[in-house]
């Protein structure tokens, strides 16, 4: 089983609509959580970071976590076309602090 | 700065050549990474510096990788006898360390094409 896990896609949604990511992990002592959004061609930037279980908002995105099924997840709310991006989950593990990173999946915001 | 700055942002060597690439972080931040991105893959990570720790070189592919950072600050990745499975994006990122955060911010990349 891999570190961090996220399905590649695409996934395809059309616009206005709401866009769910999903990661899951191995490492059941992980405490820290971070998406980032990567655009064809360039770095990747944090779009979210998340510490606690719940939800956590910032604008149209939330992140949720439930440590207890070791999977975090990005809802994308409103989905434009500028959202067509790939999404990478990284996970800071909790036995050797290592930040573990997903291949990421590949969102099309379809106008 | 303002951001992570990488140079030289496109690189193209002969096989056999010894590359360098270098990174400039944020200041302040005192965690700096390389990482390796292949066309389509995922990040590989290859180095990571803290402060005035001793580095995590565990990522690095081979004896012909190495890197420093020096004062602190600026760090250069160094790649001897290029290969072509060398080519791909190398990608610096720095935070403000502390082992407990993954807020990365990333610098534009240094594209390497080993011909």
């Known amino acids: 089983q891999k570190e961090v896990e996220q399905n590649s896609g695409p996934l395809s949604v059309p616009e206005g609509a709401i866009a769910s990511l999903n990661c899951t992990y191995s490492d059941r002592g992980s405490q820290s959580f971070f998406w980032y959004r990567q655009y064809s061609g360039k770095s990747p930037e944090l779009i979210m970071s998340?510490?606690s279980n719940g939800d956590k908002e910032d604008g149209r995105f939330t992140a949720q976590l439930n440590k207890a099924s070791q999977y975090v997840s990005l809802l994308i709310r409103d989905s434009q076309p500028s959202d067509s991006a790939t999404y990478l989950c990284?996970?800071?593990?909790?036995?050797?602090?290592?930040?573990?990173w997903g291949l990421g999946t590949s969102l099309a915001v379809n106008p | 700065g303002a951001g992570v700055s990488q140079s030289p942002s496109n690189k193209v060597t002969e096989k056999g050549k010894d590359v360098e690439l270098r990174c400039d972080p944020i200041s302040g931040h005192t965690a700096l990474y390389w990482y390796r991105q292949s066309l389509g893959q995922g990040l590989e990570f290859l180095i990571y510096?803290?402060?005035?720790?001793?580095?995590?070189k565990s990522g690095l592919p081979s004896d012909r990788f190495s890197a420093e950072r020096t004062g602190g600050s600026v760090s250069t990745l160094t790649i001897q006898r290029t290969q072509q499975e060398d080519s791909a994006v190398y990608l610096c990122?720095?935070?403000?360390?502390?082992?407990?955060?993954?807020?990365?911010?990333f610098g534009e990349g240094s594209r390497l094409t080993v011909l």
């Open positions: 998340i510490y």
């Open positions: 990122a720095s935070s403000l360390g502390d082992i407990n955060t993954g807020e990365l911010f």
């Open positions: 510096f803290q402060g005035n720790s001793a580095p995590d």
């Open positions: 990284a996970v800071r593990t909790g036995n050797n602090r290592k930040l573990i």
